[in-house]
């Protein structure tokens, strides 16, 4: 079986190539839904971020307001870097069992969906790296564009993660997404029928 890494930044359009492996019948394991559900009221992860963090970062329902813990650890390096240390373990033990289902299903290749694919060292499990790139002016604007963020929240969101100019330096397969949704379709497609090197990612 082979497990194809994606990655790239926040507003990069990632999910977007997410959506068309799916759309080719490939597989996809994404790291923000597992890392949704091991937040999830009364999970270990819950109970270790709700004792970090304090109660005012829940809903009145019981579960954690993303947005707001956002907003903390966006801001806060030190915090971030709490948050993803509670959260890695968890986070890893999803993916892996979503990745050995799949296994068991007979699956020859998967796609493996993370946003921290570098920082979290997943890397190592993946080939070829996928990496959806952006240039910095046009990954402001659509990140603004996308969530009504102000620029410097935008810029302290984009800032808390690894630059896409350094994970491009890691890619196997770049794909350039600074043009418009056709252009990226088509570039897709050169990577999905192997015209963009000798790493095919089709069945």
Request: proline share 4%; with cysteine.
């Amino acid at each position: 079986m082979r497990i194809v890494g994606l990655t790239g930044g926040i507003g990069s359009g990632k999910s977007t190539v997410s959506n068309l492996f799916k759309a080719h019948g490939i597989p996809v394991v994404d790291a923000d839904v597992i890392a949704r559900d091991v937040l999830k009221k009364g999970t270990g992860g819950w109970k270790k971020v709700v004792a970090a963090f304090g109660e005012d970062i829940l809903l009145p329902d019981g579960e954690v307001d993303r947005p707001k813990l956002g907003r903390i650890v966006f801001s806060d390096p030190q915090k971030r870097q709490i948050l993803n240390r509670f959260l890695a373990p968890y986070i890893s033990s999803g993916i892996l069992l979503e990745v050995l289902k799949l296994w068991m299903k007979g699956c020859k290749i998967i796609v493996l969906d993370v946003p921290l694919l570098f920082e979290a060292k997943m890397d190592r499990w993946t080939n070829p790296i996928v990496v959806v790139w952006v240039d910095p002016k046009t990954q402001l604007h659509r990140l603004m564009a996308r969530d009504g963020t102000t620029e410097e929240d935008s810029k302290s969101r984009i800032n808390s993660q690894m630059s896409l100019d350094l994970k491009r330096t890691k890619a196997d397969i770049l794909i350039d997404n600074t043009g418009s949704l056709a252009d990226l379709n088509e570039n897709f497609q050169k990577l999905f029928h192997g015209e963009t090197g000798p790493c095919q990612v089709h069945n």
